[in-house]
């Protein structure tokens, strides 16, 4: 069965899941290691993989050892195209559908097609909503848009529905890595009631009790990355809280 296929099935069963989020610029090969072992006890459901810059060429290192130490999928979640690795089990092909930056919406896709054809990496057409942290993310100001301000789910619902219409699978709405305020569990609420595809939150989520709300207002899936780098034992708590022990 595909990622989506099982994760579609098990986000209309109820199940939650959680996913770890690795910033190659962040880490090291101990440190993966690490954190591969954790996750692999503790039942986590993915490993995202990306960020907003790429500063070192350790991506490849990092997604060959965990796909030889780990059943857990690997899906990119890239912030741009120089982080493409055929070696990852998915991508999330994310479409920034709350900006206006034509690049981020159709012109990096177009120069990933080719190589995305060639790849055996599973595809998952991803809505991308970026929403108003109280700070500035670097994803916000790398991807030159501006941020759905927390107080308006309206905007958010509208964005998602329009998503969903056009034929994206997934809906991800994000606060930026390191933000100070996660997505409101009220704007989880309004958009989750208003579309029928898993949705993913994060950013800024830093303890388990902010995952289990964004869980109680409907995320489908949780991701995790600043908190854990600070603190790898967090894999556990959190994975325990997201599926709900
Ligand atoms: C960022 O949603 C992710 O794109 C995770 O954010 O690093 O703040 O957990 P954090």
């Known amino acids: 069965m595909t990622i989506y296929r099982q994760l ?10 959680f996913a770890l989020l690795i910033d190659p610029d962040k880490n090291n090969l101990p440190g993966i290691k690490k954190m591969t072992e954790l996750a692999n006890a503790a039942g986590t459901d993915y490993f ?3 960020g907003s810059l790429l500063l070192n060429d350790h991506l490849p290192e990092f997604i060959a050892y965990i796909r030889g130490h780990s059943n857990i999928p690997v899906i990119l979640f890239p912030g741009n195209n120089l982080q493409l690795n055929d070696k990852a089990n998915g991508i999330l092909l994310l479409s920034l559908i709350s900006g206006r930056n034509p690049e981020l919406l159709i012109g990096r896709h177009v120069i990933s097609a080719p190589f995305l054809k060639k790849s055996k990496l599973e595809i998952i057409p991803t809505g991308y909503l970026l929403i108003d942290g109280g700070n500035t993310t670097t994803v916000a100001y790398m991807s030159n848009t501006t941020p759905i301000p927390a107080n308006k789910s309206e905007i958010a619902v509208c964005t998602a529905m329009a998503g969903e219409m056009l034929g994206m699978k997934l809906i991800y709405m994000d606060a930026g890595s390191g933000a100070r305020q996660p997505v409101p569990p009220a704007m989880i609420e309004h958009v989750k009631s208003q579309i029928r595809l898993p949705l993913i939150i994060g950013g800024g989520i830093t303890t388990p009790e902010m995952a289990w709300a964004a869980v109680q207002a409907g995320a489908d899936v949780i991701v995790v990355g600043n908190a854990i780098e600070n603190d790898p034992l967090l894999i556990t708590r959190m994975t325990k809280a997201i599926h709900g022990g």
């Open 8 to 17: 579609q099935r098990e986000a209309n069963a109820g199940k939650k899941k």
């Open 48 to 50: 995202f993989m990306g």
